[in-house]
T-cell receptor
């Protein structure tokens, strides 16, 4: 069964500094990986996904993620953090069966706190 | 022009009651999902329907019964509510096109069982 791990419960960064939110995965086939963000009292918003191809995936709000097959990682990054980026970030992996419904397995979430 | 909407946003009820949560999507997607987020923010899939047909049914008590009247709607009915059912329930939808689809989530329904 597939799984993802987010080793940090919380990441603190100063506004303007680069940020990284870590994610490692475990799958039996090709990895299909996602990042979602949850703002307080809101639903999950899709940021980006990796299917195949370029290891650097660009997404919404200036976020990008780097896929590293040898380290089985898919870390989320942003060159310059904003206070408004403060939220809960989830990494997820999709099952490899591309049938009529996809099963996402989520990590435990990482709270990003950006301060002035 | 909300893509995935849920009603109600908040639901407070007594143990033993029966309640329903409604979900609608206007994205034209064929597949819809229900997820549960517990108090520790852990998200887990419960059900998935494709064109009104049940596709995914995780290990969920049979007190939970999804119903899809058409492909744009997926409702969740919960019988005999228990304290442990308190959580945020998220609906999502996606369009499987033979590739890797992206799921889009609703705003969530916070259920509190007293």
């Amino acid at each position: 069964a597939q799984s993802v791990a987010q080793p940090e419960d919380q990441v603190n960064v100063a506004e303007g500094n680069p940020l990284t939110v870590k994610c490692t995965y475990s799958v039996s086939g090709n990895p299909y990986l996602f990042w979602y963000v949850q703002y307080p009292n809101r639903g999950l918003q899709f940021l980006l996904k990796y299917i195949t191809g370029d290891n650097l995936v660009k997404g919404s709000y200036g976020f990008e993620a780097e896929f590293n097959k040898s380290q089985t990682s898919f870390h989320l990054k942003k060159p310059s953090a904003l206070v408004s980026d403060s939220a809960l970030y989830f990494c997820a992996v999709r099952d490899t069966d591309t049938g009529t419904a996809s099963k996402l397995t989520f990590g435990t979430g990482t709270r990003l706190q950006v301060t002035l | 022009d909300t893509a995935v909407s849920q009603t109600p946003k908040y639901l407070v009820t007594q143990m033993g009651n029966d309640k329903s949560i409604k979900c609608e999507q206007n994205l034209g997607h064929d597949t819809m999902y229900w997820y549960k987020q517990d108090s520790k923010k852990f998200l887990k899939i419960m059900f998935s329907y494709n064109n009104k047909e049940l596709i995914i049914n995780e290990t969920v008590p049979n007190r939970f019964s999804p119903k899809s009247p058409d492909k744009a709607h997926l409702n969740l009915h919960i019988n005999s509510l228990e304290l442990g059912d308190s959580a945020v329930y998220f609906c999502a939808s996606s369009q499987p096109l033979g590739g890797v689809d992206t799921q889009y989530f609703g705003p969530g329904t916070r259920l509190t069982v007293l």
